[in-house]
């Protein structure tokens, strides 16, 4: 059950720390055709759709457009001023639309999606097409319905679609199918391939057109393995354009001023121009990472690379800069906070493209300390972080220690990837570490140098998450949450299981049928075995199982919000035994409980609706009354609220 959210006097100020994440991958731009007077810029990363409103230069996600998947294609109206209207593509979740200039989105179509285009018509006949594995689907009534559009294409895998200027009365367009460039001369309706000379055999990736086509009939083709061509007679005949290292282009941008104006990317990382339609090139950039999206308006362009984000270009292309303010885009998947970071502004974070950061500041500026290819995806630091200066890091690249503060790193030895790792909470007997990989488990006494392998009892499951017990020291205590797994939909089913004897041998304490992709475990610092009561908190889909108080095996759980909410990440307050509270990163924001799960409140007030992956509460070592709560965000910005 849903209580009402809390007042502003009571509610969480969020405070935006330093952007390790800024960047990542853009594969798709688009400018507003209004762009002289509204400043609005489009993209799509691989982690949701972002706007800009000043021209480029700062960027914000548009709020509940965080996918599941990278978007692929951004189109704005033509009658933008007007109709506010944005669509957008992302990779097997289909289209979607805004219609208030790209603040809110609603999802239209369920389909293996790669690009949508919009005809320049649109404000009088609100015609799409739409490229997909299954071939191109036309829509002529902004995309409410839709008819296969397939007749004469080569296969039915469709990556890109271009239209005429003229497309309302000329019906002109063009498409790239299984390698081939197609062209219609009815609307998008029936395809064929120009049987024309220049072209055949190399493999086309990006079309573009001249804005000037209906009179020049000139277009560009982009291939993979041969560089640039042009044709100046409406795709009947090619010919290659450019220098030799010209290859690999993957984006284009033209547009006219008394010539052709080209600007062309490539997978080698450099942006081309030429200011002639094609005769003649200056290489305007070198050494970026791919360049997979060009776009722009007037003198002013974007170019959206792999990992590196977005660039801007103010003067037609001759000059570039990054233009990554506000946007961040990055897999980072994990935060670690030092047991004493309130004095020494200590944290962690790291992915599995990323490799990890440091911060030593409490989160303004970060540095990358290594690993960036071990795949990263779970720190967690020593509970004497600040005398012992250890931490651990898992990922597909196996297990990893560091015993200064992350400035170096030594691989520990578990065969194979490694999803969790845990410290035992008393160092002063001796480190004890737990680590699961796939469904096995290993426990080492010696602060990771020997490990052994546990006999469990949960064969063929996944363990998603690993606890000592607080008291591990008095009661022996050792928490497993395991889950059965069923393609790629996450787990079907999850248990809780206990063991009284270091993980030597293991009671089932509750097993129950779920449709999640993560399962999270948080243990209150007060936990004890040997007194209880045994309080464990999992979070699963939307719910957070708690026992009831009456007796360990009776469970129930408590709903924080819709369905479509997941809980990714639980944290109690340090001062648990007191304030009752908890903590839950979703992907709709954090939730906060302040009576032990049995309700829940959004907690976001300064954070937005924006997917949280991890949350971490903290108090000095002292357990002084301030507290700190820090929460990263899909993409890579980091968040602290004090209190």
Known sequence: MLTPSPSRTEAAIWRLLGLPGKGGVVAALAVSPDFA???????????????SRDGGRTWKTAEGAYLTTPVTSVAFSPDFAHDH??????????????????????????????????????????????????GIFRSENGGQNWQEANRGLADRAAQVV???????????AFAIAA???????????????????????????????????????????????????????????????????????????????????????????????????????QEVVTGLSSVLALAGSGEVLFAGTYGEGVFRSPDGGFSW????????????????????????????????????????????????????EAGINWLTVSPAFSRDRSLLAAGRGGLFRSRDGGDSWESLAIAGPVQRVAFSPAVASGVQLLAASGPNLFHSTDGGDTWDA????????????????????????????????????????????????????????????????WLTLALPPDYDATAGP?????????????????????????????????????????????????????????????????????????????????VAACTDERGAANQRVYTLALGGAVWCWEG
């Open 85 to 134: 209207t944005i669509f957008a593509t992302a990779l097997g979740q289909g289209l979607w639309r805004s219609s208030d200039g790209g603040k809110t989105w609603d999802f239209l179509m369920e389909t293996t999606a790669n690009a949508v285009t919009v005809s320049p018509g649109f404000a009088r006949a609100p015609v799409l097409l739409l490229a997909t594995d299954f």
């Open 321 to 372: 800069a990054t233009a990554n303010d506000g946007f961040a885009a990055r897999g980072f998947v994990s935060l670690a906070v030092s047991s004493n970071v309130l004095a020494d502004g200590t944290l962690f974070m790291a992915g599995p493209e990323e490799g990890i950061y440091r911060s030593r500041d409490g989160g303004n500026t970060w540095e990358s300390v290594g690993l960036a």
């Open 37 to 51: 007077r509204d400043h609005t810029v489009c993209l799509g990363s691989s982690l949701a759709i972002h706007l």
């Open 162 to 172: 271009a239209l005429s200027p003229a497309f309302p009365t000329d019906g002109i």
């Open 534 to 614: 045994h309080r464990a908190y999992i979070g699963w889909g939307n719910q957070v199982l708690r026992p009831i108080l009456t007796g360990p095996k009776h469970w129930t759980a408590g709903m924080l919000g819709p369905a479509n909410l997941t809980v990714l990440s639980l944290a109690l307050s340090p001062t648990f035994s007191r304030d009752r509270t908890i903590y839950a990163a979703t992907n709709q924001g954090i939730y906060r409980s302040t009576n032990e799960g049995l309700t829940w409140q959004p907690w976001s007030e300064g954070l937005g609706n924006v997917p949280t992956v991890v």
């Open 454 to 517: 546990l006999r469990v009892p949960w064969a063929g499951d996944e363990v998603a998450a690993i606890a000592f017990s607080p008291n591990y020291a008095r009661d022996g205590t050792l928490l497993a949450v395991t889950g059965v797994t069923s393609g790629d939909t996450g787990y079907d089913v999850a248990a809780v299981w206990r063991s009284f004897d270091g993980g030597r041998s293991w009671q089932r304490v509750v097993r129950q049928n779920v449709a999640a992709r």
């Open 179 to 281: 390698d081939l460039l197609h062209r219609s001369d009815d609307g998008g309706r029936t395809w064929h391939v120009p049987e024309g000379e220049g072209l055949a055999g190399h493999v086309p990736v990006v079309i573009a057109l001249s804005p000037d086509f209906t009179q020049d009939r000139t277009l560009f083709a982009g291939t993979e393995d041969a560089g640039l061509f042009r044709s100046a007679d409406g795709g009947r005949t090619w010919q290659a354009v450019g220098p030799e290292n010209l290859t690999g282009v993957n984006s284009l941008n033209v547009s006219s001023a008394e010539d052709l104006v080209l600007v062309a990317g490539t997978a080698e990382g450099s942006i081309w121009r030429s200011a002639n339609g094609g005769d003649t090139w």
